[in-house]
């Protein structure tokens, strides 16, 4: 039926073209996303952001409708439920508004300043999906946005962090497919989250663990994360766990679903990126040791 | 290949990662991969296999750069799965069905294949807390889909409407 050229050179560019490919995972693998590969992936993402953010605009609608089909058999109770949630929220905020009133009397009594600590947040759209976990926004760097960067979505609960940066977007690591873990912190024990494979559950890894984590406890981001800020919600326990030795183990549920986010929220942390980069050289620095015996250099930062 | 198959056929990549990365990985239900689907379907047309071979490398490699999985990662992936359909493509030539078959076969391998592939590299995680669902929703989103375009894609591609006609 179809008359094609019978020369047959496609073995050869089958494996040329692979050993390009570990080639380049190589490259990806040791740079660890910078370098070369750093440049090119942004330099991609710079030009093709703009379509994305364009065709958002198109298709979102498109999707949403779609979605709106998919779920108008529960539309009515997800609407009585929010309904629920919106009155409870409104006498929740009354009662936060008597507090808020007294704290400033108070403040102002004691001639108390306001510290400062409030991080600053940036509001953007999802605007693509490149694989079946990252996430593509339409703010960058020129909104103040810059790698490592926590992302919560608008609850407040724990996504993921940036990825890579371009000047107008950004893509978004959820942490349900990260390769590091979150320290995270249960009650008063500390331990480590893990993603799982095909699952959007996380593993809790407990070391040094004394007593029994229970179901429904909340895990929050512990102090002795280096990337994300203390006391962000993350999720809660599945099921009972008591230690085992001193290890425990347990599952995790994020309260967050990266499928299902439209708009995320990005933390300006560390607060300011110049102020944070010298901070992290002069950890660095101060965590490099030299073995005197064979004059090599360990660095345990970063 | 010509420059104006080129460039129809850049322009029909770049469609369907822009597609694939704004409308459908946000769509939960409907879930074909069009890039794997386009990159299986050109092998039906007389573009040379190993400009096939090519488009494959360089479209994984987009979707690649656009993710946050390891770069070339996808890029061998889809030039195994393009490979496998240049070499399995005259079998499918039976008909309507039996094309949509192989292209949903081709792609249940892929997917098979990039969750191996990723495994090994430490990117267990990438085909996202659904993986066994999406292993087998995803072929039969590109199966239904062949069953649909394929005949007029190819008659896109090698501007001949004769082509991939079926009685």
Known sequence: ????????????????????????????????GGGVVGVLRTGTQTIVAPVQKAASYVVNPVADMVQSLANVATLRQENLALRERL????AELIAVQDESARLDLLEQIYELENAGSDLRRTVANVIGRPD????????????????????????????????????????????????????????????????????????????????????????????????????????????????????LTTRVRPYSDPDTLRLVVVLAWPPDPIVAATGADAAEETTTTTTPSDESTTTEGG | MRARTGLTVFLMVLTAVVVQTTLINQLQFVIPDLVLLLVILLALTRLRPEAVL??????????????????????????????????????????????????????????????????????????????????????????ILAALTAG????????????????
Do not use: C
Request: charged share 15%; aromatic share 6%; proline share 3%.
């Open chain 1, 132 to 247: 079946a976990v990252s996430l593509v926004i339409d703010k960058g760097a020129s909104d103040g946005i810059a790698k490592g960067q926590p992302v919560l979505d608008t609850n407040g609960f724990l996504v993921g962090s940036v990825h890579t940066v371009t000047q107008g977007s950004a893509t978004i690591l959820p942490m349900i497919a990260g390769q590091d873990g979150v320290a995270v912190v249960i009650g008063e024990q500390v331990g480590i989250l893990m993603p799982q494979v095909a699952s959007e559950e996380m593993r809790l890894e407990v070391r040094d663990a004394r007593i029994p984590i229970l179901a429904e406890e909340r895990v929050e981001t512990s102090a002795a994360s280096i990337n994300f800020p203390a006391g962000l919600p993350v999720g809660e326990v599945i099921a009972d766990a008591a230690p085992s030795l001193d290890l």
């Open chain 2, 152 to 167: 007029l894609f190819v008659r896109l591609v090698d501007r001949d409407a004769s082509a991939f006609r079926f009685t």
């Open chain 1, 1 to 32: 039926m179809l008359n094609r050229d019978a020369a047959d050179r496609t073995l050869p560019t089958l494996i040329t073209l692979l050993v390009i490919g570990i080639l380049l995972m190589t490259f990806d693998v040791r740079a660890s």
């Open chain 1, 87 to 90: 009155a409870e929220a409104e």
């Open chain 2, 54 to 143: 090519g488009v494959a490398f360089f479209s994984g490699l987009l979707i690649d750069l656009l993710g946050t999985s390891l770069l070339g990662l996808r890029a061998i992936v889809l030039t195994m799965v393009a490979y496998a359909a240049i070499r399995t493509r005259e079998r499918a030539e039976i008909g309507r069905v039996g094309v949509a078959l192989w292209v949903g076969l081709l792609t249940f391998g892929g997917i098979v294949i990039l969750a191996l592939v990723g495994t090994l590299f430490g990117q267990g995680t990438l085909l996202g807390s659904d993986a066994v669902s999406r292993m087998f929703l995803v072929p039969i989103a590109n199966t």
